[in-house]
């Protein structure tokens, strides 16, 4: 049987995150080995040992055997966030040679006529931690509009309006630019209901022109071309492995 290693180490090195997260984790008292709190001395043997995050079991010898993928996407309007499409219009596997899309999936979605920033992965765990509602990641959002909204309409868009019987969450709105033909917006949401921008710009009598997101979390487009796509490098992961595991306040 393997020697036992630190906590830190063991998670770092089976990819599930950085030894500085786990060192936040354990302070904060979110990871338990073998059904006790863990703490920073602690050591354990992968596959042997049980190590949960917040109840969750870690499935660490199979995270570190699988060779986790993920690539930034820069999603043109009218393709769309699946793997295949029965009525033959483009998916974003189309637009990644074949031996690159095998086995990758989008985090999240962009609807049909949206375009920017897509992650795709084959790492689940990455990808429920930054999709699931209850973790609150923002994604940052330049919207052009049809006309200018007013004051009013822009307070009560970050204040959150209700959609399906339910208040959005607050937001950050902000009126980057006017022209004749309409404006433009920065947005950051924390939550990302089916079509929301669009639904709430139509209900406020601006409706959408050109929505395209620029940053998923703390990472960004950049200078990606539309349908341009790169691997995320150790920078880009470390960014997003801060987002999904650093403890909420």
């Not at 200018?148 to 937001?171: H, K, N, Q």
């Not at 990302?192 to 487009?221: D, N, S, T, W």
């Not at 995320?232 to 801060?242: A, F, G, K, R």
């Amino acid at each position: 049987m393997p020697a036992p290693e630190r906590l830190q180490k063991l998670l770092s090195r089976a990819g599930v995150m950085s030894r500085r997260q786990a060192d936040a984790l354990l302070q904060a008292g979110r990871l338990h080995l073998n059904g006790q709190a863990a703490r920073p001395g602690d050591r354990a043997v992968a596959g042997v040992d049980c190590i949960t995050l917040d109840g969750q079991l870690l499935h660490l010898a199979a995270a570190r055997q699988q060779h986790r993928r993920t690539l930034l996407l820069h999603k043109p309007a009218g393709v769309l966030c699946t793997c295949r499409d029965p009525q033959g219009r483009p998916t974003v596997l189309d637009l990644l040679p074949p031996a690159v899309g095998q086995g990758l999936y989008s985090v999240g979605r962009l609807d049909r006529d949206s375009e920017g920033a897509l992650l795709l992965t084959n790492d689940g765990e990455l990808a429920l931690r930054l999709t699931h509602p209850r973790h609150g990641h923002h994604k940052t959002y330049r919207v052009w509009l049809m006309g200018v909204p007013s004051a009013a309409s822009l307070a009560a868009w970050r204040s959150g309006l209700v959609l399906d019987g339910r208040r959005t969450r607050p937001a950050r709105v902000e009126l980057e630019h006017r022209s004749a033909v309409g404006s433009c917006l920065r947005i950051v949401l924390r939550e990302g209901r089916k079509r929301q921008i669009r639904r709430i710009a139509h209900q406020l009598g601006h409706p959408v022109r050109r929505l395209q997101r620029l940053a998923i979390g703390a990472l960004p487009l950049g200078s990606l071309a539309s349908g341009g796509w790169r691997w995320l490098e150790t920078d880009d992961m470390d960014l997003l492995q801060q987002q999904v595991w650093s403890p909420k306040v």
